[in-house]
């Protein structure tokens, strides 16, 4: 297996470092590479991961979904492994993901822990033991062969929010999907900006509402004003 990382970056100049050198240690000795794919950071995110010695990419496209297909589109790999710029998955993904693809599932991700000893995201982690669509991320970290990615259609780039759900719920549907039974450890900063109820009451409102049908514009607009939130979130 050849793996090949891709870190979507705008402005994460804070964590960029420490998740390059924890995936790295995670690949020693092992086939793979790790691609930065940068939404246009004014932060030195892209000078610092470049002298980590990682592959960096200044994607044409703005946006999670469209610097994700960007950084595929520079990878040599025939597994591509998502994983977010405040996210760390356990030292073992590459021997996890392996042994996944042994056992004849094409796509999966992790549980994840929040980096908070909070009893209400305690209760959040154990969730995500439940292995049901509404309890999945992108922030949990997201691994699929190169075949499904291509067959499902890649991340769309019309997206501006919830373009990890969109994806995840493709490749469930044409894929087998693995949890594997570890924690990726995810960064709270968004808990810590708003409370818990704010951040739940955010998240169900716009689930409802893109299921209703409602447009990329309308979600963005209605999470911007519901939550309080770092400048280079979107």
Known sequence: MHLSIVIPTYNEVDNIEETIQHLQEGLKDKSGEIIVSDGGSDDCTLEKARSLGVDTYLSPVKGRAGQMNYGVSKASGDVFYFVHADSRPP?????????????????????????SNRLILIINNFLTHINWIYCRGGDQSIFCTKELFYTVGKFREDMLIMED?????????????????????????????????????????????????????????????MLSYRKNAF
């Open 91 to 115: 030292l073992s993904f590459y021997e996890d993901i392996k042994e996944a693809l042994n056992e004849n599932y094409n796509c999966g991700g992790f549980r994840f822990k929040f980096d």
């Open 165 to 225: 759900y969109d994806f995840l719920k493709k490749i469930r549907t044409k894929g087998n999907f693995r949890l594997i039974p570890k924690s990726t450890l995810v960064s709270a900063r968004k808990y810590y900006a708003n409370s818990w109820l704010r951040v739940m009451r955010a998240n169900i409102k716009v689930v409802s509402m893109y299921r209703k049908g409602a447009t990329q514009e309308e979600l963005l607009e209605t999470y911007r004003k």
